[in-house]
């Protein structure tokens, strides 16, 4: 999948312009995203920034197709309320976080599901 594509869809399901990305990443001009996206690139450098600021692994944004993700989807991340609720705050949630930012999104989205199933079943709702 082309990196453009993918920057296009992760900024309009956060309702973002090009002009907020680029501010967001630190550009002072919204030109190197509108080209990224017309250009359609397999490649950039600014790929590190746009995946920190989309939660999304570099080899995701760089290689899958999130085009047809949800914002639910893709979103989810580690800010999920089951990640957050389950987890306590030591060093193990920083050893957690960084194994589920280097899933891919539909990763991510398939961990989460079985960790709802996990819960439900705990609780005999499953």
Request: charged share 25%; aromatic share 4%; no cysteine.
């Amino acid at each position: 999948m082309a990196l453009g594509k993918n920057v296009e869809h992760l900024r309009n399901l956060r309702s973002m312009s090009r002009g907020a990305v680029a501010r967001a990443i630190g550009l002072e001009d919204d030109q190197p995203i509108y080209a990224l996206e017309k250009r359609d690139s397999k490649r950039s450098n600014l790929a590190p920034a746009l995946a920190k600021l989309f939660q999304v692994s570099l080899e995701s944004l760089l290689g899958d197709d999130l085009t047809s993700l949800s914002a639910e989807e893709i979103g989810a991340g580690v800010n999920s309320p089951l990640v957050t609720e389950h987890v306590s705050a030591n060093a193990e949630l920083g050893q957690l976080t960084s194994a589920f930012e280097a899933l891919s999104p539909p990763g991510q989205l398939e961990l989460l599901r079985f960790a709802e199933y996990l819960v439900a079943k705990e609780k005999g709702t499953a």
